[in-house]
Each structure stands twice: as C-alpha cells, then as structure tokens.
C-alpha cells in the first residue's frame, strides 16, 4: 500500500479499503459527535457491516474511476478522511470531501491532505473543475476552501435536510488554471 506524506508531523495518506472496515468503525466511532455536526457520515456507519459497505461502495467508484477515499493518520492512527465523493473524467468534474476527529482538529491536516488529492485529480486525471460543498455554518471547512484558493460561487439555501434541520449549503470551486497558479504562488 502507498502512502503520501503530510508533513513532518508523521501525517500521511493513505487509501481506505473494505478490509479496513474495523478500523473505520472505530475511527467514526471516536468522532460520531464532532463529525455529525455537518456529516451524515456517523448516521450511516453504525455498525460493522455498514462500514464495510461504505468502504466497498468507494472500492467500486476506485474500480471504476468515479471517485476516491483516502484516510488521514498520524503516528499510524486513523484520524481522518479525504473523498472524491463525485469524480468524471469525461466531463472534468469531481466533488472533494473530508472529515477529522476532534483530537485531529486544527493541524492544518485537512487543508494538507485536500491540497494532495486535488493536485492528483488535476494533474494526474485531467480534471478541470473541483469543488466542495459545505454546510454555511461550518467555518473550518470554509477556511480549508480559501486556503486552497476556492472561490465561493453561491449558496443552496435551506438546501440540506439534516437531523432535522435545513442548513444552507455553500459551493466553492476551483478550476485547473487557478489550481495551478495557486501552487506556483504558495
């Protein structure tokens, strides 16, 4: 299995595969809470047969080339993830996505592992358009997009029903020549 670093903090990426299905239980099991608060994610693992099922689920996007998961770890630890929710080649567009447990919160990791995954998806598939939808009230989420040089295109309001909520969702986006000249300028 490959790993990529993320800085000398011992943080890394790696994939996440079905058979690491304990593993993940566990990891959204530490931050149910802390990851709720703007991702369905801890609704839908809920036991180790749905962890293994998600992990498969993006197995097959893998398989096919229609998305990516990627866990952030540090000192070998599952921490963390990066997605490619939604990825096509054909039309050059993917979806990111990320989630941390609380002990992992504010290291810059996300912004660190998201940089990894859009340069890969940029240069190395040729996608032209990334971007990231985020709840308006998740404020470190919406940081990560400007550190990365996204611009805001709009907001969805009342657009996503969450626990009984309606949250407005923000779209922010990146295309390939502004990733480009966001490298060259860090």
Not at 37 to 45: A, E, K, Q, T
Request: aromatic share 8%; net charge negative; proline share 3%.
């Amino acid at each position: 299995m490959f790993a990529i670093s993320l800085g000398a903090d011992g943080a890394e990426l790696r994939p996440l595969e079905p058979w690491q299905a304990d593993e993940f239980l566990a990891h959204i099991d530490r931050g149910r809470e802390f990851i709720g608060r703007y991702n369905g994610l801890p609704d839908v693992i809920t036991d180790l047969a749905s962890s293994r099922a998600y992990l498969q689920s993006y197995a097959e996007k893998t398989a096919s080339d229609t998305g990516r998961i990627y866990g952030i770890r540090t000192d070998g630890e599952l921490v963390g993830a990066i997605l490619l929710r939604t990825m096509d080649t054909q039309q050059g567009v993917a979806e990111a996505g990320c989630w941390l447990e609380p002990s992992a919160a504010g290291k810059g990791l996300v912004t660190r592992a998201v940089r990894a995954v859009v340069d890969w998806a940029v240069e190395a598939r040729g996608i032209h358009r990334v971007e990231w939808w985020v709840a308006s009230a998740n404020a470190p989420s919406i940081a990560v997009a400007r550190r990365l040089g996204m611009t805001k295109e709009g907001v969805l309001r009342e657009n996503y029903l969450y626990r009984g909520e309606r949250h407005d969702m923000e779209i922010w986006s990146v295309l390939a020549p502004e990733w480009r000249a966001h490298k060259a300028a860090s």
